[in-house]
């Protein structure tokens, strides 16, 4: 049972490039989200999906875009990249947004923009 | 006040100690409570859920105090591999769980 499966582990993009973080999650969890996480920083959600086909903004969505066209993938695209993307992003998934059901992570992609 | 806030301490004991971590959140409505661990340059990793009536899980202890909007985790007898992050998670209205920043323990021999 993979889990939470994000790729690339490692990103160095030039300013102005564009890129896509894949992930891919193999339990069958229609609520997905991408995170990034800032040195000494919380979690900021990006954005999040509740299902195939439907997509949500989140705290921090400018300069991001997603889609969902299936239950298992969720990339996430970064246009015309800026220093300001520089962090790791966190995919993760999880069974219900209710009750006590915690997140799976993906192993994050850090991103280096110079 | 922020949503969810946290001590980014470090916490520095030494193995065998008992240490506990709270984490305040601002909206009386939010329903659920979740502690996770993450390692440095790793993934966070659910560690547990936060009931009302509180639990326990081996040598951790998670409470949950609604009239004073904080939840707790207690951790005894430390071990070294007890260092890490700790990060509290809380849900509201929109059930999407809001991140606190973590509290650093550094378990030392």
């Known amino acids: 049972n993979a889990g939470v499966t994000q790729t690339p582990k490692f990103r160095i993009l030039k300013i102005g490039q564009s890129m896509t973080l894949q992930c891919t999650q193999d339990?069958?969890?229609?609520?997905m989200y991408w995170y990034r996480q800032d040195p000494g920083m919380g979690l900021k959600l990006i954005y999040y999906?509740?299902?195939?086909?439907?997509?949500d903004k989140g705290e921090v969505p400018n300069g991001y875009n997603v889609s969902r066209s299936t239950t298992e993938d969720f990339p996430l695209r970064l246009e015309l990249a800026a220093p300001s993307q520089t962090s790791v992003y966190f995919c993760?998934?999880?069974?219900?947004?209710?009750?006590?059901?915690?997140?799976?992570f993906g192993s994050g992609t850090r991103l280096t923009v110079v | 006040r922020k949503e969810v806030e946290q001590d980014p301490g470090p916490f520095n004991v030494p193995e065998g100690a008992t240490v506990a971590f709270n984490c305040t959140y601002s909206?009386?409505?939010?329903?659920?409570f979740f502690w996770y661990r993450q390692d440095c340059r790793k993934e966070p990793k659910l560690l547990m859920s936060?009931?009302?009536s509180g639990n326990e899980d081996g040598r951790f202890t998670a409470q949950l105090n609604r009239a004073s909007q904080y939840i707790s985790l207690l951790i005894r007898d430390s071990k070294l591999s007890d260092s890490a992050t700790y990060l509290c998670?809380?849900?509201?209205?929109?059930?999407?769980?809001?991140f606190g920043r973590g509290t650093s323990l550094i378990v030392h021999p």
């Open positions: 339990m069958n969890h229609n609520y």
């Open positions: 998670a809380v849900s509201g209205g929109s059930y999407i769980p809001t």
């Open positions: 909206n009386s409505a939010s329903q659920s």
């Open positions: 936060v009931y009302s």
């Open positions: 999906s509740v299902g195939a086909g439907i997509t």
């Open positions: 993760a998934s999880s069974y219900s947004t209710q009750g006590n059901y915690g997140y799976t």
